[in-house]
């Protein structure tokens, strides 16, 4: 049996991918903040599906948590075959509203986190000649639309990027961009989502079903849902300047309130 490790695992997408990958037969590192809930969800897990699922309570916004993942990445006894790079959050607020130092956190987990467990996870795959990453960026990341969206193109190119150079390798690479997703995210950043069209929203087993299938063609960008992929290709076709006005207030109506 092969292992996952998933980060920000016990909601929401995260939470998806790890029903999904134990039902698959995958044995799973679960890391999360919440040690609680890690060992409530380890638990159902073993005992839905008969898999081992491993605890790792972890910060990812600090130096200890993120090496102590590093670490279990790390680990030739026990290693891992795919990482999912799934933990984030959203900060309420637009530039300037937002304290420096949440901005900053945001980076810390949204690239800096996953630049070092990206390393971690593919040096040891390298050496086996097999493994996979899924990164968990946003269609937020092909709009001009704050520290969010740039910290998630920021995932896509650097993803991307990776993918080439370790071409060859054994090892797949992949950027999940999904759109609205009915999880904890927006309640935890305290933005409303009474604005947001029905039709925005993806269910989060069916798109981490589209995005293992796209990670099994060898696709390095996963857009997992026909809706979110015809509104991607319409935003290549406007203009950047157009596009940013066009961001900031679809972004009023539909985004945080």
Same mark, same amino acid.
């Given at each position: ?8 695992? /016990? *909601?929401?997408?995260? !939470?998806?991918?790890?029903? &999904? ?5 995958? %044995?799973?590192?679960? @890391? $999360? ?84 467990? /990206? *390393?971690?996870?593919? !040096?040891?795959?390298?050496? &086996? ?5 899924? %990164?968990?960026?946003? @269609? $937020? ?117």
């Amino acid at each position: 049996m092969t292992t996952a490790l998933i980060t920000g695992s /016990t *909601a929401g997408i995260g !939470a998806a991918f790890a029903r &999904r990958l134990a039902a698959d037969g995958h %044995n799973l590192v679960l @890391v $999360a903040r919440d040690a609680e809930r890690l060992r409530l969800q380890a638990a159902e897990l073993h005992d839905r599906h008969n898999i081992e699922a491993e605890v790792l309570a972890a910060d990812l916004s600090e130096e200890a948590g993120v090496a102590a993942v590093e670490a279990r990445l790390s680990d030739t006894r026990h290693p891992v075959e795919l990482l999912v790079n799934n933990a984030g959050f959203g900060n309420k607020g637009a530039f300037l509203d937002v304290p420096l130092a949440d901005e900053l956190t945001m980076l810390k987990v949204h690239c800096e986190a996953v630049l070092r467990l /990206t *390393a971690a996870a593919t !040096a040891r795959m390298r050496k &086996r000649g097999r493994g996979a990453v899924v %990164n968990v960026a946003s @269609v $937020a990341a092909f709009v001009p639309r704050g520290t969010y969206g740039a910290s998630k193109a920021w995932v896509v190119q650097f993803t991307q990027g990776a993918a080439r150079d370790l071409a060859g390798s054994g090892i797949r690479l992949m950027a999940l961009c999904p759109g609205f997703v009915r999880t904890e995210f927006h309640e935890r950043a305290g933005m409303g989502t009474d604005n947001i069209p029905s039709w925005m929203w993806l269910d989060a087993d069916k798109l981490v079903a589209a995005a293992m299938g796209d990670l099994a063609r060898g696709r390095t960008v996963s857009i997992p849902d026909p809706r979110y992929k015809t509104l991607m290709g319409l935003v290549k076709l406007v203009p950047r300047s157009v596009l940013s006005g066009l961001s900031s207030r679809t972004g009023r109506r539909y985004g945080p309130n």
